[in-house]
């Protein structure tokens, strides 16, 4: 079996891991749902999250990174699934919520343009145009990465992890390591970079969750701390 075909298979693999990290917060939509309150979560990962997606779709097309087509569809699947996810989120929130989540909308719909515009009329080969896409698509996930740190802080300081939902933790580190495979079969350093960091995340989270679940108040009716919910890492590119 030559590598090109391990390779593919690999990505595969990856995109059902993905598909499952990209559902792993389903469980918080049901709840969501079920008492028709956002209660102490936020919209922001899920924002992150499908402008990570778009970004990393524009990056597999063949305008900019040829031969990319599990890139694609992975990250299609990521768009459809937190599209869903902040319909439900701006349903149930109040005005001051749904008025962020627009002007967010606004704002990301207007970074994709300005970057397809940019890598479509200033650079004019695959290489540089993967760069570039890619350099941002990093950028992006490393932002996406550093955000659990405040999450980390508080989870250790209230000894809860009751809102730093199992799900995205292990669907971190599982999307994480596939992906790192995916990348080292064929050096991709865009695709690799941000997804060591996404094991490496997906191994904190799950640490923590071991070592607080039996301190944490599974209360239905426990007032919540401040927004301490883990995004989903959207680095399966």
């Not at 693999?13 to 990290?21: E, P, R």
């Not at 001051?96 to 970074?111: D, N, S």
């Not at 479509?120 to 890619?134: D, F, I, K, Q, Y």
């Not at 199992?166 to 992906?179: E, V």
Request: proline share 7%; with cysteine.
């Amino acid at each position: 079996m030559d590598n090109k075909t391990i390779r593919f298979i690999v990505g595969i693999v990856g995109n059902v891991i993905s598909l499952y990290l990209y559902l792993s917060p389903t469980p918080t939509f049901v709840k969501i749902v079920k008492f028709k309150s956002v209660k102490a979560f936020k919209p922001d990962p899920y924002l992150a999250t499908l402008l990570s997606c778009v970004m990393w779709i524009f990056y597999g097309l063949p305008v900019v990174h040829p031969h990319s087509l599990l890139i694609v569809t992975v990250n299609s699947a990521g768009v459809l699934i937190n599209v869903t996810f902040c319909s439900i989120f701006f349903r149930y929130s109040a005005w001051p919520i749904r008025k962020k989540m627009i002007i967010v909308f606004i704002l990301e719909a207007i970074f994709i343009a300005g970057m397809v515009t940019v890598a479509l009329t200033l650079e004019h080969t695959h290489p540089a145009r993967s760069m570039l896409v890619g350099i941002l698509c990093v950028i992006m996930n490393i932002v996406m990465y550093a955000s659990p740190l405040t999450v980390v802080k508080t989870v250790i300081k209230t000894k809860s992890v009751k809102y730093m939902p199992i799900f995205l933790s292990i669907g971190n580190l599982l999307n994480g390591s596939i992906w790192i495979v995916y990348a080292a079969l064929d050096f991709d350093p865009y695709i690799m970079v941000p997804n060591v960091l996404g094991a490496i995340s997906g191994m904190i989270q799950v640490g923590l969750y071991v070592k607080y679940n039996k301190t944490t108040n599974w209360d239905e009716e426990e007032e919540p701390p401040n927004e301490v919910e883990m995004p989903p890492s959207a680095s399966n590119a």
